[in-house]
């Protein structure tokens, strides 16, 4: 077992209860693909927890990762990529999710020095892909924004 599995554990048992809370809030029709994925990844990570503890029993030892996983930090990008999010949700409140993610990806993956084509290829194929299958697939109601609202 690893000293880091516990943490990552509870961190995407927090983020599936998040997730699921914020399902509930959609119409009934569009809860049951992302219920579908919140579901999923409970049991997948239900699964990693008993193979973890399983682990723990058979040699009943926890290895310190911490300065293995931690080894390649990069603090300037971190905390970039981290207020770029920050930026992304104000943005989307303001100007909805089709322009927000628009700017925050291709700024995102300027800002991670990713070449151009490959951030506008990322740009359309996401925003295409979100546009079929949530918009047009799903009918799931994406944030429109106050100013276009």
Known sequence: MKKSDIPVVCIIYAIAIVFLIMTLNLPEAAQVYPMVLISALIFVNTLYL???????????????????VFSGFLPMQFFGVFLSVAGYLVLMYFCGYYVATVVYLAGSLMFLKVPVRFNLMTVVVMVVMVAVVFSYFLKVPLPAGLLFE
């Open 50 to 68: 008993i193979r973890t503890f399983l682990k723990y029993r058979q040699d009943h030892r926890i290895e310190n990762d911490y300065p293995i």
